[in-house]
């Protein structure tokens, strides 16, 4: 996670992340805490972080908690500090399927694009990209402007898989949490891991969504 608004986008792809039997490396940057605090109200704390990730992921994108149960899963989610370049994800010989980065900041695409490995998100994502694996970067910003494409278009040129947190309408979103989990399904698609978040098109006009 970096420090873009958008902390329910990451939380939807933790909870199908985690429903989905995968193992999870979460790195949450210093400007995400920030980010995360200010939307939600909780202190995402190194000392602290089991129990503050199982808050987070127990609400909705309306920040209600109780919303969701978090109760399995949990124990397949290692912890990286932001600040620790000597982690596991620091490495190459890691083992890692790929890696997310939900929600992407254009601070963190211009990062990882220019390779400055400034902290472990950044660190990782360059290793990730080196040894071929699946980088997906969700980037939440608006408008973008032209360094912040050019920056896009490398990390495509690298591999890298850009998806804009862009909800879509067609797929018979009623509450917000379903905008947020559109986004989060179509992250998830683009890293090949299965999810049910969103109504998939069927090739039916007039019952069945649209196609992305």
Not at 27 to 35: E, H, I
Not at 93 to 103: E, F, H, N
């Amino acid at each position: 996670m970096s420090g873009a608004s958008g902390t329910p986008y990451a939380a939807s792809v933790l909870r199908a992340l985690l429903a989905a039997g995968e193992s999870v490396d979460l790195v949450v940057s210093r400007a995400s805490r920030l980010t995360l605090l200010d939307e939600t109200g909780i202190s995402y704390r190194d000392a602290h972080w089991r129990d503050d990730l199982r808050e987070w992921l127990s609400r909705g994108a309306d920040g209600k908690p109780g919303a969701f149960d978090v109760a399995d899963g949990l124990d397949r989610v290692r912890h990286w500090s932001a600040g620790d370049l000597a982690a596991g994800p620091s490495s190459g010989s890691y083992p890692a399927k790929g890696m997310l980065i939900v929600p992407a900041s254009t601070a963190c695409v211009a990062g990882v694009a220019l390779g400055l490995s400034k902290d472990l998100l950044q660190r990782a994502a360059s290793v990730t990209l080196k040894e071929g694996r699946t980088l997906v970067v969700a980037v939440r910003e608006t408008p973008l402007d032209g360094r912040t494409l050019r920056h896009l278009v490398a990390l495509d040129d690298a591999g890298a898989a850009v998806v804009p947190a862009s909800p879509a309408f067609y797929a018979g979103a009623t509450h917000i949490q379903d905008l947020v989990d559109f986004v989060a399904g179509r992250v998830l698609d683009a890293a090949g891991v299965g999810h049910d978040l969103y109504r998939r098109w069927r090739g039916e006009l007039g019952g069945g969504a649209r196609p992305a």
